[in-house]
Antibody
Framework: EVQLVESGGGLVQPGGSLRLSCAASGFTFTNYWIHWVRQAPGKGLVWVSRINSDGTSTRYADSVKGRFTISRDNTKNTVYLQMNSLRGEDTAVYYC????????WGQGTLVTVSS | DIQMTQSPSSLSASVGDRVTITCQASQDISNYLNWYQQKPGTAPELLIYDASNLQTGVPSRFSGGGSGTDFTFTISSLQPEDIATYYCQQYDDLPITFGQGTRLEIK
């Protein structure tokens, strides 16, 4: 069974940091680009970042560029999202996903940025 | 960035009705389009990929069509369990972009 499982969310103060993990199973992980997508409470889906299959290429939304870093460890079948300098507007459920044809998503992890 | 304009933003229909949602891309995306269903508190679920292909296990009352810039998503006979928000998503180019969503309600 194809599966993505996010972890690492929680409550953090503005200016703080958090690292999200996305553990993959049930498919050939090294063949897939992986993305992070977020959804603020009551809002739509917004793409955040992408990493290619071997980790040599990354892309970011303008809203997180310079603050977030995506990486992957293909020996652990895991993708990470390091989030620094967090702001209130980063509060959202964060999903990891493969977004090409036959897309699949994890269940999401909630990040709340608040004092 | 490719803009995805989805309409309507909300829709009220009766059980058994035919429901159609449209999505327009700001430039040609060929058939690189997914449609999702999202219910409250859950992740989006893929219904249609490559604009018109039904994902395995998805009921045949769901269908998709179009190519280039204009796409449609149709539920042929609305069922109570179809109450959800629906999104289109292009994967022709980065950044990946989504439609604004269509909230579907039962009349």
């Amino acid at each position: 069974e194809v599966q993505l499982v996010e972890s690492g969310g929680g409550l953090v103060q503005p200016g703080g940091s958090l690292r999200l993990s996305c553990a993959a199973s049930g498919f050939t992980f090294t063949n897939y680009w992986i993305h992070w997508v977020r959804q603020a409470p009551g809002k739509g889906l917004v793409w955040v970042s992408r990493i290619n299959s071997d980790g040599t290429s990354t892309r970011y939304a303008d809203s997180v560029k310079g603050r977030f870093t995506i990486s992957r460890d293909n020996t652990k079948n895991t993708v990470y999202l390091q989030m620094n300098s967090l702001r209130g507007e980063d509060t959202a459920v964060y999903y990891c996903a493969s977004l090409g044809g036959r897309a699949f998503w994890g269940q999401g992890t909630l990040v709340t940025v608040s004092s | 960035d490719i803009q995805m304009t989805q309409s309507p933003s909300s829709l009220s229909a009766s059980v058994g009705d035919r429901v159609t949602i449209t999505c327009q891309a700001s430039q040609d995306i060929s058939n690189y389009l997914n449609w999702y269903q999202q219910k409250p508190g859950t992740a989006p679920e893929l219904l249609i990929y490559d604009a018109s292909n039904l994902q395995t296990g998805v009921p045949s009352r769901f269908s998709g069509g179009g190519s280039g810039t204009d796409f449609t998503f149709t539920i042929s006979s609305l069922q109570p369990e179809d109450i959800a928000t629906y999104y289109c998503q292009q994967y022709d180019d980065l950044p990946i972009t989504f439609g604004q969503g269509t909230r579907l309600e039962i009349k």
